[in-house]
């Protein structure tokens, strides 16, 4: 055989090879992503202390999810608290590896702080890798059925009294932004040490009422036993799971320039229990992530246990997540700078 008819016998051999391999290069790629996570460990990183409920939602997704991701990996839960989250926020950001093996759930509130709070801190929402919320909270403003307000309408005339934790707690920032914000006639009583004391205030007629996730409200007794009457929804969208088809807050403010920082200013309840991973994790490994969360969400054995912890699923996606972060960051900022200003004077 001549050197040039062997040089194209070998051309032709590699120009075929190609041919038969390049129909197959989706599989190969999506092979790609579980041959990375087979055999390995992942963290799923809490933000928050041990013991409470984000902690409680952090382990039963890792004890569940790694089976979903291709290749099966481990996944381990560690808690991580500190500074209302910031602290995971920026180890995600510019310590965690990015590689698709560590993630965490931080707070609902986070994403927007780097609008509202100290901007001197470096953390950058629209840079993150968002995998999806377990859980949405819907927060509620209910009062009593002796309470004299019976509606969202009835506040612009009469006056009642919600009770509040504390400056910073969602029970009393809720009433006390309605009230200054939409000039409803809230009257806030700070000092209890959690919603559980208000509800029983609210049986013992000290307050008529409180702002607080309607989850939680519904497992209460005064609640069972129909004795709550829901004025509002404090969210974007309505809950279809609350009966009676309380009115938005939103519909007690037609004011376009109002409307955005009322939107913003509730796009914070929004986020629910943000999961989300560092910055430049691989495509392949981040769709692979949040579609392995998705299935969790719907895998009967995670259901029945979720049942028995007393959580109610309700998921959001990565892809909701983001367009959420994308939304809030195109607030006009004399929006923003009206929210910040008004919040930091609440209570004042």
């Known amino acids: 055989m001549t050197k040039s008819l062997h040089r194209s016998v070998l051309l032709a051999g590699a120009l075929f090879a190609a041919s038969t391999l390049a129909p197959n290069f989706s599989s190969v790629r999506a092979q790609s992503v579980e041959s990375f996570y087979k055999g390995r460990q992942m963290s799923l990183l809490i933000g928050f202390g041990p013991g409470g409920g984000n902690d409680v939602w952090g382990r039963s997704i890792a004890r569940h999810m790694g089976r979903h991701i291709p290749g099966a990996p481990t996944m381990v839960a560690q808690n991580m608290p500190g500074a209302g989250t910031m602290k995971l926020a920026l180890h995600l950001q510019s310590v965690a590896p990015a590689d698709g093996t560590t993630f965490g759930l931080i707070s609902r509130g986070l994403p927007l702080e780097p609008l509202l709070g100290d901007r001197s801190i470096q953390f950058t929402p629209q840079k993150m890798s ?12 209910v009062v009593t059925k002796e309470a004299k307000a019976k509606s969202l309408a009835d506040l612009k005339t009469t006056e009642i009294t919600m009770g509040g934790s ?11 932004f309605f009230a200054q914000f939409l000039g409803l006639k809230i009257r806030t009583v700070k000092g209890y040490p959690g919603s559980n004391e208000v509800i029983l205030a609210m049986e013992r007629g000290e ?14 007794r005064l609640f069972l036993d129909g004795k709550i009457n829901i004025l509002f929804q404090a969210a974007l969208k309505k809950d279809p799971k609350i009966k009676g088809d309380p009115p938005l807050v939103l519909d007690a403010n037609p004011d376009p320039q109002k409307k955005d920082i009322l939107e913003f200013f509730l796009s914070r309840a929004a986020f629910g229990r943000p999961l989300v ?4 994790v691989p495509k392949d490994r981040l769709a692979a992530l949040q579609k392995a969360f998705l299935d969790t969400m719907s895998d009967p054995v995670f259901k ?4 028995k912890l ?5 998921p959001i996606s990565g892809d909701e997540l983001v367009a959420l972060v994308d939304k809030a960051y195109r607030t006009p900022e004399a929006s ?7 919040l930091k004077n609440l209570g004042k």
């Open 336 to 342: 923003v700078r009206a929210l910040s200003d008004m």
């Open 130 to 141: 968002w995998i999806g919320s377990p859980d949405q909270d819907t927060n509620v403003c």
């Open 310 to 314: 007393g959580l109610t699923i309700d």
């Open 304 to 307: 029945a246990e979720a049942e």
């Open 207 to 220: 307050v008529d009422g409180i702002c607080v996730a309607y989850d939680a409200l519904a497992r209460q």
């Open 166 to 176: 504390g400056s910073g707690a969602d029970t009393a920032v809720y009433p006390e």
């Open 277 to 280: 991973a560092p910055p430049n």
